[in-house]
């Protein structure tokens, strides 16, 4: 346990930091696994996911709650997979 008050001070704000991005990471899971979801859907509705979710994963990498690699796999990932349903529905027309 921390002794001085600045010490102690510094474990008050670490905390708050690690919930918080606890928090905003969870978010991104979710929205992530929102996108798997709705893969079988509509492609409109499959966009309109991804795009929320590439916008959560930008907003946490400029404030390094995530590594901006990670973010920029991830946005490759599902650009990746909204293009593929994009093709085949195409293709289905």
Known sequence: MPHTR?????LRKSEKRRLHNRAVKKEIKTQLK???A?????VD???????LAIKKLDK???KRVVH?????RKKSQLA??????????KAAK
């Open 6 to 10: 600045s010490a102690k001070k510094s």
């Open 45 to 51: 509705q499959l966009r309109a996911e991804v795009t």
């Open 60 to 62: 946490a990498a400029a």
């Open 68 to 72: 901006p690699n990670l973010a920029a």
């Open 38 to 42: 709705t893969t079988a859907g509509a």
């Open 80 to 89: 990746r997979l909204l293009n593929s349903k994009g093709t085949t529905a």
């Open 34 to 36: 929102k996108v798997l």
